[in-house]
């Protein structure tokens, strides 16, 4: 079912010129837009990362984890940017898997409404803002990193992918490294025809970008420097596809939206997409989100506020495991994972709830967390992470 074509890269217009968004350098920890919400000491097992992506001021929740799984409230900080939303969206204003990355001791927010991405450096449950810089397009909605690279997915417009150098906890544009979607939509654009996720993969030779309304999957091949790939290898990837991950180095899980369903697909040396066996449904509605943890693929679906369950055999084959291995009862979203556990954001509860994830792939519900942003008025919460 390989398909592969070559597309134009053109630039969105105008854009080429702007680079780092003026005194985008800040500290943080203590200082405005910061509070701390816990009573006692510091003791932490990990930290969960909840972005409220706020029309009025983007904020990042943070929460203490204990080794039992459970959540406190830790403290919450200002991005310096904007929540945003696509048009349309049923309950996840962005639309989108991995708006909200942890990588190395930093955390990567994309502020939707004014097209910039916040840089945290992470202490325990403390952040400190580094920086904000200019997305590198319109409405950016995920982030993929991988070593010194870091990658940007812009869902507003013709759509677009950015690549940036990190180095000492900063950004910086690589020239060579934005190329155009050619999707045609607004900004924002509509929630179906918005690109889903940006991810590199685990050799670090490919970025991919899921496109849902498409059809189908993008990858550039990675070039010295991080810069990109002129043209793109462009391949069917299912029934809108929305959420993908790494199984192998060379192979990957990919939710079907339009389907209800998860693929699993070769990467090919050339950067194009072989599916592996039938796509397999779960009966499920509106899935979206994907999530490793040890060796389940746990898949988040909004319509049915279920959590569906997945493995790999010995053998290669895609199974299904459970259709409703948890009922989380509040619109499930994205999805994180830190020890063991899976986290999941409920929209329309405006919670979080973690699951400990036991060997043979079942879920137990360790811990709750309320007073999150819920789903209103075509914006809400969506982006998670864990440290």
Known sequence: MKRSVALAAALLAGLTSIGSIPGAAFAD????????????????????????NK?????????DRDEDGRLTKAGEYETGGLGGFTIGAPLDALASQGSLTYHRGLLFAVNAGSNTVTVFRVEG?????LQVIWSGGLLPVSV???????????????????GFELHKGRLSRIEDANRSLGLHNGNP?????????????PDSEFVLVSTKAANVMFSYEIGRNGKLSRNPVVSDAGNAPFGFTFDTDDSLL????????VSRFELED?????????????????????QRVGDYFFVANAGSSTISSYRVDDDGKLELVKNVAADTNGGSID?????????????????????????????????????????????????????
């Open 270 to 290: 050339d950067g194009a997409l072989d599916q592996v066996g039938p796509s397999v449904p779960n009966g499920q509605q509106a899935t979206c989100w994907i």
């Open 125 to 129: 449950t403390r952040l400190h803002k």
């Open 144 to 162: 993929a990193a991988r070593g010194d690279l870091v990658y940007v997915l812009n869902a507003g417009g013709e759509g677009s992918v950015q």
């Open 29 to 52: 920890g203590g200082g405005p837009g910061y509070h701390d919400d816990r009573k006692g000491g510091d003791h932490h097992e990990g930290a969960v990362f909840v972005q409220t």
């Open 189 to 201: 654009p509509a929630f179906g025809t918005a690109p889903a996720q940006v991810k590199i993969d």
């Open 55 to 63: 029309a009025e001021g983007n904020t990042i929740k943070v929460y």
């Open 335 to 387: 999805m994180t994972t830190s020890d063991g556990f899976l986290y999941v954001q409920n929209a329309t509860a405006g919670n979080v709830q973690g699951y400990k994830v036991h060997e043979d792939g079942s879920l137990n519900l360790v811990t709750t967390v309320e007073g999150l942003p819920t789903f209103a008025d075509g914006i809400g919460m969506e982006g998670i992470a864990a440290s």
């Open 254 to 261: 990919v939710t079907e939206s339009g389907a209800n369903a």
